[in-house]
């Protein structure tokens, strides 16, 4: 899978290739991170917003061609993961917000779908991004960490304005005020409680872009055990088990990426069922 690429660099060179952004803007020439503000992460970009409009053209295709007294083929695939998220809702959300059920399904197809574009053999995309004279070009938008928090902080804006929205502005400053420790706490309660909402987003974004940045780099490590074999006898040892490592991680890493997207979509609906709750907590 690499071995053209290893040959070319070293092992480290080749990973920290395939862990850099096409980035655009204020990036470092050396390095190719961004080194200000206004810098654009163009591969990132560019994949979640086609992965969002796969997402909402089968949407439009299936909702097109509905079938309610027979569903079939992929409208019982597309039933079944709705009846599976308003599960979700229902048995975790307090009361009712139409909203809910939607927020938490694109959330869980999109990081899904975002997820699942680690499965692609790491060396593809950005070979055929060579011939196009792109240079460096990330294909998993929740490995890059501008993802991950910008969803995470899009939740955690949603989280305030229902708990403002919920509670009043009066209610949602008693909860700094006086949680968990009561009035006599004050200072204390608020600290604890800032922390306490601060770790809301961080968690989601975190959380989700550890678990696919680490799965990122199993597949490089794995890819660049045939580049490093040295003779016949030692290649023909190392690729049976780089086909062996690649394919049993492929498998685990499908429940991977299927649970951090199912962690972050319940996580989304607790979060927002704590902020419709009236009680100070």
Known sequence: M???????????????????????????????????????????????????????TVGWRVGSKLSPGAPKGFQNFAETIIEFVQGQVRDTFPGHNPLIAPLA???????????????????????LGTMFGISYMKVVPTTDLNTTM???????????????????VTGYLKMFLFHPFGKFFIPVNVVMTAIEELAKPLSLGLRLFGNLFAGELVFLLIALMGGTAVGALALSIMFPLQVVLDFAWLIFHILVITLQAFIFMVLTIVYLGMAHTSDEH
């Open 2 to 56: 690499s071995g053209s690429s290893e040959e070319k660099m070293g092992t480290v060179e080749y990973i920290q290739h395939h862990l850099t952004n096409l980035c655009y803007g204020e990036c470092d020439p050396v390095t190719h991170k961004a080194s200000g503000f206004f810098a654009w992460h163009l591969d990132t970009i560019f994949f979640s917003l086609a992965l969002a409009l796969l997402i909402i």
């Open 105 to 127: 399904l694109t959330i869980f197809l999109w990081v899904w779908l975002m997820n699942f574009m680690d499965l692609i053999p790491v060396d593809l995309l950005p070979l």
């Open 150 to 168: 910008a969803m995470s902080l899009t939740v955690f804006a949603l989280i305030i304005y229902y708990s403002i929205k919920v509670k009043g």
